[in-house]
Every structure is written in structure tokens, then in C-alpha cells.
């Protein structure tokens, strides 16, 4: 089953700039894979939110929040996707979760259909102090 592993978390000022990286593994078999990939944050006792999407295709979305501020990237060939975060602030403070989204497409010899895996990962802890 293909799983994703996050890293890069940490404890910065307001200000500085971390990378969290999101490595995707495991492939049953699949030949071929699309990815469609998000981050996500989350802070105790609020609902996960949306940060940053990419594509396949390299088409990326971001949350109003995070525009201007932060960067998400892609490398194919390491099954690897970042997200660069410059300028943080103490809101930014959250557990951050890469998903591969359910529009991803992975292909056998026999067939293409949507990953079989697990397709939340632990989590990175970012904090942010003023």
C-alpha cells in the first residue's frame, strides 16, 4: 500500500522560514502514478484546514492565508512534494498533514484506478513564537 511520511516541522521565531516535505512509498505493483497532492493543518480542538494543493499537472491552490507566503513544489522523480513556508506567523502554529488526494491515479499492468493505501500521513509539528 502506498503511504505518505511528512517531515521538515520544527520551532521558529515569527518570521523565519521552514520546508515540510511529504514522501510518498510503497507501490503494489503500479507501474504508473499521478499524484494530487495537499497539505493541511491542524490546531486542537479546530476542524483540519486546507493549505496547499498541487497537481500532477503542476497546477497549485492555496488558502488565502498563506498566499504570498508560502510555496508548494513537486519532484516527480523522488515521489516528493514541499511546502516551502517563508514569513510564518504564531497563527501559523498547527500540526501539518499531507493527503494524497482522491484524484490521484495509479496504474497496474492490467489497470488505472485511485491508489490503495493510506492516504493521510502523521503529521510535522509547526510552532511559531513571536
Known amino acids: 500500500q502506498v503511504h505518505v511520511v511528512e517531515s521538515g516541522g520544527g520551532s521558529v521565531q515569527a518570521g523565519g522560514s521552514l520546508r515540510l516535505s511529504c514522501v510518498v512509498s510503497?507501490?503494489?505493483?503500479?507501474?504508473?502514478?499521478?499524484?494530487?497532492m495537499s497539505w493541511y493543518r491542524q490546531v486542537p480542538g479546530k476542524e483540519r484546514e486546507f493549505v496547499s494543493r498541487?497537481?500532477?499537472?503542476?497546477?497549485?491552490r492555496y488558502v488565502d492565508s498563506v498566499k504570498g507566503r508560502f510555496t508548494i513544489s513537486q519532484d516527480n522523480a523522488k515521489n516528493t512534494v514541499y511546502l516551502q513556508m517563508n514569513s510564518l506567523k504564531p497563527e501559523d502554529t498547527a500540526m501539518y498533514f499531507c493527503?494524497?488526494?482522491?484524484?490521484?491515479?495509479?496504474?497496474?499492468?492490467?489497470?488505472?484506478?485511485?491508489?490503495?493505501?493510506?492516504?493521510w500521513g502523521q503529521g510535522t509539528q509547526v510552532t511559531v513564537s513571536s
Open positions: 493527503k494524497i488526494e482522491e484524484s490521484s491515479v495509479c496504474c497496474s499492468l492490467s489497470s488505472c484506478g485511485p491508489p490503495d493505501g493510506n492516504y
Open positions: 510503497g507501490y503494489p505493483g503500479y507501474t504508473n502514478c499521478r499524484y494530487d
Open positions: 498541487i497537481d500532477s499537472d503542476g497546477s497549485a
